[in-house]
């Protein structure tokens, strides 16, 4: 039904094969509203944001700055909450250094879970190696199941940082319930989004969390745009881990006063252009309506959960009924060999550890396929895929 | 030159793997991890008066990783130390038949030749 608003699928053909595209997790196609943004800024309205006296300096400034507007109401933030970074991992980079470095100490106890990707991960160990805090990790089962999230709240941690979609598993985690008990232990709590915000209505007033995260190239925008939503009181409170120009109200060689929040966290020009083009993606979910996305998208993943259930030696981890993501296995068939084999019908889905060595570890396994959907896919797509994976397995058994 | 992985030919080689396991007396042992995939191979030498006796890999990878080791051992074994320096990708890649596979799979196929050719150095 979408389909037709992404030119991607009239141009990727392969031996006259259309494009069957399953790797929605890792990276979304974009419509033709967003990409044509790009240039039409550029040659229309290019000029520096929050700068100029001139017009056309103000009108990307006005436009720049309506994202923001659209970003906050998107998620139910206040538009002063929300902070533009490169993405989900530099946002996630951004709270480690300009809070956490500021607010943990030697023995202090940070909790993350074995689901989360590797970009909510491996800042906290490099912060871990610095200042000496301890690092437990919510167990997880094949299922997707948190199991002892309560036993290490007990230990009262300063911080808790989960993903709300894991990216492998595609269980959806109850992110409410989590920020609530973890709020009645004292701990800050951080929310991934990555693969969330695409996909369902977030409110960040509702779950209550300190931070939440997420990329625009996971929701039909351009690359290297993220947003950091975080409380106004902390980024009120606390100052950024970096600066530079614009940042900032004066500078004397003994003082600095920043610029009020968010501004004071947006040093540098930023990727304006690509915000600006971010906005139009928001701009094509709403059009939509996210609810009826997520009616959509779960539709959609309980068609292919029925097919993939009756292969029969194929194992799926997790529970991607609601979030369309399904990582599987299948016995005696390496992953990357399932992705080549699929490629050659032209469907794209993902093999490999999916930057999640530890959940990777926890299931014993080196690698998984996985496959993941979004709104330009159809039932024809999922019949396509199911119908090239059993060709596979006949092709190595 | 074929670039799907799906021929015959490479299925048939795959089928008919030599040299899996672990050797019962070596005097290389090498472990390799492919850092796209987290794959591990480790390979098995047994060298008698620089010269290769036996050969043998071990191998959590994929399809092509698995053939490749196979067909690499299977160009060195009974050949003096020397093979090493002398052995081409290409080679490999031809001798599997898959010279135009795609760029992410060749470093499947480049894993045991690169280890190959760090044994080779080692053992100047």
Same mark, same amino acid.
């Given at each position: 039904?979408?389909?037709?608003?992404?030119?991607?699928?009239?141009?990727?053909?392969?031996?006259?094969?259309?494009?069957?595209?399953?790797?929605?997790?890792?990276?979304?196609?974009?419509?033709?509203?967003?990409?044509?943004?790009?240039?039409?800024?550029?040659?229309?309205?290019?000029?520096?944001?929050?700068?100029?006296?001139?017009?056309?300096?103000?009108?990307?400034?006005?436009?720049?700055?309506? !994202?923001?507007?659209?970003?906050?109401?998107?998620?139910?933030?206040?538009?002063?909450?929300?902070?533009?970074?490169?993405?989900?991992?530099?946002?996630?980079?951004?709270?480690?250094?300009?809070?956490?470095?500021?607010?943990?100490?030697?023995?202090?106890?940070?909790?993350?879970?074995?689901?989360?990707?590797?970009?909510?991960? !491996?800042?906290?160990?490099?912060?871990?190696?610095?200042?000496?805090?301890?690092?437990?990790?919510?167990?997880?089962?094949?299922?997707?199941?948190?199991?002892?999230?309560?036993?290490?709240?007990?230990?009262?941690?300063? /911080?808790?940082? /989960?993903?709300?979609?894991?990216? !492998?598993?595609?269980?959806?985690?109850?992110?409410?319930?989590?920020?609530?008990?973890?709020?009645?232990?004292?701990?800050?709590?951080?929310?991934?989004?990555?693969?969330?915000?695409?996909?369902?209505?977030?409110?960040?007033?509702?779950?209550?969390?300190?931070?939440?995260?997420?990329?625009?190239?996971?929701?039909?925008?351009?690359?290297?745009?993220? +947003?950091?939503?975080?409380?106004?009181?902390?980024?009120?409170?606390?100052?950024? *881990?970096?600066?530079?120009?614009?940042?900032?109200? *004066? +500078?004397?060689?003994?003082?600095?006063?920043?610029?009020?929040?968010?501004?004071?966290?947006?040093?540098?020009?930023?990727?304006?252009?690509?915000?600006?083009?971010?906005?139009?993606?928001?701009?094509?979910?709403?059009?939509?309506?996210?609810?009826?996305?997520?009616?959509?998208?779960?539709?959609? *993943?309980?068609?292919?959960?029925?097919?993939?259930?009756?292969?029969?030696?194929?194992?799926?981890?997790?529970?991607?009924?609601?979030?369309?993501?399904?990582?599987?296995?299948?016995?005696?068939?390496?992953?990357?060999?399932?992705?080549?084999?699929?490629?050659?019908?032209?469907?794209?889905?993902?093999?490999?550890?999916?930057?999640?060595?530890?959940?990777?570890?926890?299931?014993?396994?080196?690698?998984?396929?996985?496959?993941?959907?979004?709104?330009?896919?159809?039932?024809?797509?999922?019949?396509?895929?199911?119908?090239?994976?059993?060709?596979?397995?006949?092709?190595?058994? | 030159? @074929?670039?799907?992985?799906?021929?015959?030919?490479?299925?048939?080689?795959?089928? @008919? %793997?030599?040299?899996?396991?672990?050797?019962?007396?070596?005097?290389?042992?090498?472990?390799?991890? @492919?850092?796209?995939?987290?794959?591990?191979?480790?390979?098995? %030498?047994?060298?008698?008066?620089?010269? %290769?006796?036996?050969? #043998?890999?071990?191998?959590?990878?994929?399809?092509?990783?698995?053939?490749?080791?196979?067909? #690499?051992?299977?160009?060195?074994?009974?050949?003096?130390?020397?093979?090493?320096?002398?052995?081409?990708?290409?080679?490999?890649?031809? @001798?599997?038949?898959?010279?135009?596979?795609?760029? #992410?799979?060749?470093?499947?196929?480049?894993?045991?030749?690169?280890?190959?050719?760090? %044994?080779?150095?080692?053992?100047?």
């Amino acid at each position: 039904m979408y389909k037709k608003d992404f030119p991607i699928f009239r141009n990727a053909k392969f031996m006259n094969k259309s494009l069957v595209y399953l790797d929605s997790a890792s990276s979304t196609q974009k419509p033709h509203t967003v990409i044509n943004a790009i240039p039409y800024l550029y040659e229309n309205f290019y000029a520096n944001v929050h700068r100029g006296i001139y017009k056309l300096s103000e009108e990307s400034t006005g436009m720049y700055e309506d !994202v923001r507007d659209i970003t906050s109401k998107f998620i139910n933030a206040s538009k002063k909450e929300i902070v533009f970074t490169k993405g989900t991992t530099d946002s996630i980079n951004m709270i480690v250094y300009f809070f956490a470095k500021k607010i943990l100490k030697k023995n202090d106890l940070v909790i993350l879970s074995e689901m989360e990707h590797h970009s909510n991960i !491996v800042p906290w160990i490099i912060l871990q190696k610095e200042i000496g805090f301890n690092i437990e990790y919510i167990k997880v089962n094949e299922k997707g199941d948190l199991l002892n999230l309560d036993l290490l709240l007990e230990h009262n941690p300063k /911080i808790l940082s /989960i993903t709300h979609v894991s990216n !492998v598993l595609g269980n959806i985690n109850d992110v409410i319930g989590i920020v609530k008990k973890a709020h009645d232990k004292g701990a800050y709590v951080l929310i991934d989004g990555a693969q969330a915000v695409s996909h369902m209505r977030v409110d960040v007033k509702k779950i209550d969390c300190d931070f939440y995260v997420f990329s625009s190239h996971k929701m039909l925008g351009p690359t290297g745009v993220g +947003v950091m939503y975080a409380k106004s009181e902390i980024l009120e409170k606390y100052d950024p *881990s970096f600066s530079g120009g614009e940042a900032v109200i *004066s +500078v004397s060689k003994d003082n600095i006063v920043y610029k009020d929040i968010p501004y004071k966290f947006e040093p540098g020009t930023p990727n304006f252009i690509d915000v600006i083009a971010f906005g139009y993606a928001i701009s094509y979910i709403e059009k939509i309506g996210i609810l009826k996305i997520q009616k959509y998208i779960e539709d959609l *993943s309980l068609y292919t959960y029925d097919k993939l259930i009756n292969i029969e030696r194929l194992k799926l981890f997790g529970d991607g009924r609601k979030s369309g993501i399904f990582s599987f296995h299948i016995e005696n068939i390496h992953p990357h060999d399932i992705a080549s084999s699929l490629d050659e019908d032209n469907i794209a889905i993902r093999a490999g550890h999916h930057c999640a060595k530890i959940l990777m570890d926890r299931l014993n396994l080196s690698s998984l396929s996985r496959c993941s959907l979004y709104i330009y896919n159809d039932e024809r797509d999922i019949d396509k895929f199911i119908s090239s994976l059993n060709k596979t397995i006949d092709l190595f058994s | 030159m @074929n670039r799907q992985i799906s021929s015959q030919y490479i299925i048939d080689l795959y089928k @008919n %793997i030599k040299y899996y396991g672990k050797l019962k007396k070596f005097t290389i042992k090498k472990e390799l991890q @492919n850092p796209l995939c987290g794959d591990i191979v480790t390979l098995y %030498i047994l060298i008698e008066k620089d010269k %290769i006796v036996d050969v #043998s890999f071990e191998s959590s990878g994929c399809m092509i990783s698995k053939v490749a080791s196979f067909i #690499s051992l299977d160009m060195i074994k009974g050949k003096d130390l020397g093979v090493l320096k002398k052995i081409k990708f290409e080679d490999i890649l031809d @001798n599997m038949m898959i010279k135009d596979i795609s760029p #992410s799979r060749k470093k499947c196929a480049y894993l045991t030749f690169g280890g190959l050719k760090s %044994i080779g150095e080692e053992y100047k």
